[in-house]
């Protein structure tokens, strides 16, 4: 990956939830002896995705957790068969010993949809035969979400009625994608990419899913939220995993929403101009829309725009909610950190900041994978506060391509250049735009 901080680094480059449900056991750990002598990040080139496989290297073996198989923009620059090369990579870094175990953070498509296995040739076939003993996922995919308050998904009825608008957003995806190819071919301006990208991100993924839920026995699943145990240290010697996120509705109501603007947490932004709320309702593709006379054209470009900003509005409820259910992982090894937070946004964040023990975890941070490609709000300045305050030789590294999500010029651009910024001065910064290899890779040694 491309190194664009001021202090220079080697990174070598490839050329190429709750708890388990009741009844579970931790899957076997198989032989290591002792703890990892080394430990290394690799990122690959996904264009507007993440996805990292992490390599724990003890004396005789390996172990590989894999972080997210996603995009949904690929640079220009790569081949049609990219997430394929990239899945066939992942299988040779593993060899023999496989996966030790496989993170979706949350059901984007820029997170999961490597694992698809609609074609005959989908790489997502690949990860599964790489045989995962344990996946984890956010509380929010659990299939079999109880009632009952004491577990990760059971947060009373108020749980089950959020994971059910989270369905029905995902359901309402498909045509928000449908009404982006309508207005893409009307030429329609303004809201239509944008509009496009947030309801493809947002489609239901189902053949990815289903994947990540059946290539594991049932019983080595867990869905987390914050401050629940994970088995995964069982699988992995010498190896601490806290899970700092997401909080369940029973911690926090935060994350039913996302804020449009906090002045203190986010990397600075001005208020969205757009109206959610509007009352009149257009089909962008009836009958008496299509053939009116030229002296009445403007109106139908004023109905398209009003249709493509409705549709927008409720699309983007549904991404910032997704966001906020991103699973927050943070690895220790022999004293020293590794944050992986996914997506994860301001309202999935406080909770864990408002919890001094969590809190404190967050120094000798060695290495933090920025979250949500670098957006304005998903590095809350709270917690950035901390994590470059640890007095460690902070590594960060954003999975990202410029152009894609948001908008400059009102400040909301992904990634956000005041935040590169800060990284480029404060961290050894490294980005996969402009990445030409497969893989980056950053090595630890302990």
């Not at 009741?22 to 690799?42: I, Q």
């Not at 009307?186 to 239901?204: H, V």
């Not at 007095?391 to 005041?418: A, C, Y």
Request: hydrophobic share 35%; net charge positive; charged share 20%.
């Amino acid at each position: 990956m491309a190194n664009s901080s001021k202090k220079k680094t080697k990174v070598s480059a490839s050329k190429k939830g709750g708890t388990k449900r009741a009844g579970s056991a931790p899957p076997t750990s198989g032989a290591s002896a002792g703890a990892p002598t080394g430990f290394r990040v690799r990122t690959y080139q996904v264009g507007f995705g993440d996805c990292l496989l992490l390599t724990f290297e003890y004396p005789s073996t390996k172990k590989h957790v894999l972080i997210d198989f996603g995009s949904v923009r690929l640079p220009k620059n790569a081949p049609n068969n990219q997430m394929m090369l990239i899945a066939q990579d992942i299988a040779k870094v593993c060899g023999s010993e496989g996966l030790t175990a496989v993170v979706e953070t949350h059901r984007h498509r820029d997170h999961i949809s490597g694992f698809s296995t609609d074609k005959k040739n989908d790489p997502g076939k690949i990860i599964a035969r790489l045989k995962p003993k344990l996946v984890l996922h956010p509380w929010t995919e659990d299939p079999n979400a109880k009632t009952d308050a004491q577990t990760a998904t059971g947060s009373g009825g108020n749980a089950k009625a959020f994971v059910g608008r989270l369905d029905a957003m995902r359901a309402f995806s498909g045509a928000a994608y449908t009404e982006f190819q309508e207005l893409q071919a009307r030429k329609c301006p303004g809201l239509a990419a944008e509009l496009g990208f947030a309801g493809e991100n947002n489609l239901p993924n189902d053949s990815a899913v289903r994947n990540l839920m059946t290539m594991a026995p049932e019983k080595n699943h867990e869905y987390l939220n914050c401050g629940m145990k994970t088995t995964l240290p069982s699988l992995l010697p010498g190896v601490k995993v806290w899970v700092l996120g997401p909080p369940t509705l029973k911690q926090s109501q935060a994350i039913t929403k996302e804020s449009s603007v906090n002045k203190d947490e986010f990397w600075q932004l001005q208020k969205s101009t757009s109206n959610f709320a509007r009352s009149q309702h257009f089909s962008a593709g009836s009958e008496w829309t299509k053939n009116l006379p030229e002296s009445s054209r403007w109106f139908r470009r004023r109905a398209d725009k009003l249709r493509a900003d409705q549709m927008l509005g409720l699309v983007r409820i549904l991404d910032k909610a997704m966001n906020n259910t991103s699973v927050i992982l943070l690895f220790e090894v022999a004293g020293k950190r590794f944050l992986f937070p996914g997506d994860a946004q301001w309202e999935n964040w406080s909770y864990a900041l408002s919890r001094p023990e969590l809190k404190a975890l967050l120094t000798n941070i060695e290495l933090y994978k920025v979250g949500h490609h670098g957006s304005r709000n998903a590095t809350p300045k709270t917690m950035w506060t901390a994590v470059k305050g640890g007095g460690t030789n902070l590594n960060t590294i954003v999975s990202t391509l410029t152009g894609v999500f948001g908008n400059e010029k009102v400040k909301t651009e992904v990634p956000r250049s005041t935040l590169i910024s800060e990284l480029e001065k404060n961290s050894k910064f490294y980005t996969t735009e402009g990445q030409t290899a497969l893989a980056g890779e950053v090595a630890f040694s302990f």
